[in-house]
């Protein structure tokens, strides 16, 4: 029941830090920089604007795609072993997919432009990212001890 718990809480702390913070660019924050503008972009597609093409279609592959994820981590038991990044995952990317029904494509804001533009993003695509390279640390350099399972 533990680790039902840390998932929760960090899936809607993700979720609510992600949405805090994105309100403030939807109200006009703006702050330019010399490498990073803070400024608002909305974003139709996923990383880097593809699949932009799907249009309205995209949300609700995404949505059905989250869902899925968050079945097949409960179903294979990875939530006993993955709790918080699993968490950070999910909260991650329904706080983009809310972005998609309520204003019609994900609130990025970080503008990276010293030296080379890259994409635009935000705390849910970076919540993203350290899911990713934490289950991957776990998985390559932590192996799981078969009494665990």
């Known amino acids: 029941?533990?680790?039902f718990?840390?998932?929760f809480l960090v899936l809607l702390g993700t979720f609510i830090i992600d949405q805090n913070i994105k309100s403030l660019f939807v109200e006009g924050y703006y702050r330019a920089g010399d490498c990073i503008d803070l400024e608002l972009h909305y974003n139709k597609?996923?990383?880097f604007s593809m699949f932009a093409f799907l249009g309205p279609y995209l949300k609700w592959i995404?949505?059905?795609?989250v869902l899925g994820m968050l079945?097949?981590?409960?179903?294979?038991g990875y939530i006993?072993?993955?709790?918080?990044?699993?968490g950070l995952l999910i909260g991650g990317a329904?706080?983009?997919?809310?972005?998609?029904?309520?204003?019609?494509g994900v609130v990025d804001y970080v503008a990276w432009h010293?030296?080379?533009n890259f994409a635009v993003f935000n705390f849910a695509d970076i919540a993203i990212d350290v899911a990713v390279a934490w289950i991957l640390v776990m998985v390559y350099f932590f192996k799981e001890d078969p009494e665990e399972k």
């Open 45 to 47: 597609g996923v990383a």
């Open 1 to 3: 029941m533990r680790v």
């Open 62 to 65: 995404q949505a059905l795609f």
């Open 5 to 7: 718990a840390v998932f």
């Open 71 to 76: 079945f097949f981590v409960l179903k294979e």
């Open 114 to 116: 010293c030296g080379f």
């Open 80 to 86: 006993k072993r993955y709790a918080f990044p699993i």
């Open 94 to 104: 329904l706080g983009n997919v809310y972005d998609r029904f309520v204003h019609g």
